[in-house]
């Protein structure tokens, strides 16, 4: 027969949507203080994906409880419990792997605070904590070294210094939000050194340069949130417009348990396609317009190939003229590229867009020499 906890569990399972991403439900881990008996033994009982389980009591009770999770999961939703992923974890002397983090609770005599009335008390202990497993921290820093040294990445040596620096500059951006919630953020300054000497490198073989001057050339200072961060920068200006600016560094390592995660980072539009130079050039390449202008890109130029019976867009010609993936178009030729239907403006001569593209080149050439 199913006791009080276990029936509140099942009962909360019942109530969620059917299949596995339905089967999760928030809860709180510990209280302080369990009938006047002090802090008790908590433990984490991790099982299907996006769901984790706090029970505050002994392990027999969680051995109980997931036997019955076992149960209603055959029965009711046809699912099977792994037991490789659905581990039991002290929860104050181990951690338990929970989409990326690893969740523990805090323990620290230590670590004091004062109260409201000036009383001197532990400020942490038996609170959740979130931390970045060191593991993972080991195995994207092996993606930017060989042979315990940090390298060059070749892929990138045929891209632009800007996109570069905003491919460094994102990629290590998108790690440290996704970890913004854990508690030892700064970690992740390996890592931050890591690329950082991968990127110095990677210039220095683009420009056949030290590294020393490298980072000399692209040094530059920001100023965030009243901080100063050094940092690295390429900044290409533009007539008439805010310059492009792409920067490596200024990410703050701070933990922010109320931290709003940036889940639509700025896209980075790669491929050997000579990106700045379009950005620069900032018109439509189908009508011309300097308007509201997007990137319209495929994923490979083999499936615009693809028109048995029919004729190929205008859209589709100009982008197999040009033999590139992305194009530069205003907002309203790229609603009518995705509604599939006629472009509604005139369209310019493929001459006019390659001079207008030659005159952007100009113009970066002449930013770099200044």
Same mark, same amino acid.
């Given at each position: 027969?199913?006791?009080?906890?276990?029936?509140?569990?099942?009962?909360?399972?019942?109530?969620?949507?059917?299949?596995?991403?339905?089967?999760?439900?928030?809860?709180?881990?510990?209280?302080?203080?369990?009938?006047?008996?002090?802090?008790?033994?908590?433990?984490?009982?991790?099982?299907?994906?996006?769901?984790?389980?706090?029970?505050?009591?002994?392990?027999?009770?969680?051995?109980?409880?997931?036997?019955?999770?076992?149960?209603?999961?055959?029965?009711?939703?046809?699912?099977?419990?792994?037991?490789?992923?659905?581990? /039991?974890?002290?929860?104050? !002397?181990?951690?338990?792997?929970?989409?990326?983090?690893?969740?523990?609770?805090?323990?620290?005599?230590?670590?004091?605070?004062?109260?409201?009335?000036?009383?001197?008390?532990?400020?942490?202990?038996?609170?959740?904590?979130?931390?970045?497993?060191?593991?993972? /921290?080991?195995?994207?820093?092996?993606?930017?070294?060989?042979?315990?040294?940090? /390298?060059?990445?070749?892929?990138?040596?045929?891209?632009?210094?800007?996109?570069?620096?905003?491919?460094?500059?994102?990629?290590?951006?998108?790690?440290?939000?996704?970890?913004?919630?854990?508690?030892? =953020?700064?970690?992740?300054?390996?890592? !931050?050194?890591?690329?950082?000497?991968?990127?110095?490198?990677?210039?220095?073989?683009?420009?056949?340069?030290?590294?020393?001057?490298?980072?000399?050339?692209?040094?530059?200072?920001?100023?965030?949130?009243?901080?100063?961060?050094?940092?690295?920068?390429?900044?290409?200006?533009?007539?008439?417009?805010?310059?492009?600016?792409?920067?490596?560094?200024?990410?703050?390592?701070?933990?922010? /348990?109320?931290?709003?995660?940036?889940?639509?980072?700025?896209?980075?539009?790669?491929?050997?396609?000579?990106?700045?130079?379009?950005?620069?050039?900032?018109?439509?390449?189908?009508?011309?317009?300097?308007?509201?202008?997007?990137?319209?890109?495929?994923?490979?130029?083999?499936?615009?190939?693809?028109?048995?019976?029919?004729?190929?867009?205008?859209?589709?010609?100009?982008?197999?003229?040009?033999?590139?993936?992305? =194009?530069?178009?205003?907002?309203?030729?790229?609603?009518?590229?995705?509604?599939?239907?006629?472009?509604?403006?005139?369209?310019?001569?493929?001459?006019?867009?390659?001079?207008?593209?030659?005159?952007?080149?100009? =113009? =970066?050439?002449?930013?770099?020499?200044?």
């Amino acid at each position: 027969m199913e006791n009080a906890t276990t029936g509140k569990l099942l009962t909360a399972l019942r109530t969620s949507s059917t299949g596995e991403r339905g089967v999760r439900k928030r809860t709180r881990l510990v209280r302080r203080r369990a009938g006047g008996k002090g802090l008790r033994k908590q433990y984490l009982a991790c099982g299907l994906s996006y769901f984790l389980l706090a029970f505050n009591g002994p392990r027999s009770e969680v051995e109980e409880i997931k036997q019955h999770l076992r149960k209603f999961l055959q029965d009711n939703l046809k699912l099977e419990l792994s037991d490789e992923k659905t581990l /039991i974890t002290h929860a104050r !002397s181990e951690a338990a792997r929970f989409l990326g983090y690893e969740v523990t609770v805090m323990q620290e005599d230590k670590k004091r605070s004062k109260t409201k009335n000036g009383t001197d008390r532990r400020s942490i202990n038996g609170v959740i904590g979130l931390r970045v497993p060191s593991d993972v /921290i080991e195995a994207k820093c092996q993606c930017y070294m060989r042979n315990k040294k940090a /390298i060059q990445r070749p892929e990138l040596i045929q891209e632009s210094d800007y996109n570069i620096l905003l491919t460094y500059q994102l990629e290590f951006q998108g790690i440290a939000n996704y970890y913004r919630l854990a508690y030892n =953020m700064t970690q992740l300054s390996k890592l !931050s050194w890591v690329m950082k000497t991968s990127l110095l490198k990677t210039l220095a073989n683009k420009f056949k340069m030290p590294v020393s001057k490298i980072a000399k050339k692209y040094q530059a200072e920001l100023v965030k949130d009243d901080k100063r961060y050094k940092v690295f920068q390429v900044i290409i200006p533009r007539q008439d417009k805010k310059p492009l600016v792409a920067t490596w560094g200024g990410v703050s390592l701070a933990w922010d /348990i109320k931290a709003t995660l940036d889940e639509h980072p700025k896209k980075i539009w790669n491929g050997r396609t000579e990106l700045v130079q379009r950005l620069l050039a900032d018109f439509c390449e189908l009508c011309g317009s300097t308007e509201n202008v997007e990137i319209h890109h495929i994923r490979a130029l083999k499936d615009i190939q693809k028109y048995p019976g029919r004729e190929k867009p205008e859209w589709v010609k100009r982008m197999i003229a040009l033999r590139r993936k992305t =194009m530069p178009v205003c907002r309203t030729c790229h609603d009518d590229v995705h509604a599939g239907r006629p472009l509604r403006r005139q369209i310019i001569e493929l001459t006019e867009v390659k001079a207008r593209q030659k005159r952007a080149k100009t =113009m =970066m050439l002449e930013s770099r020499v200044r």
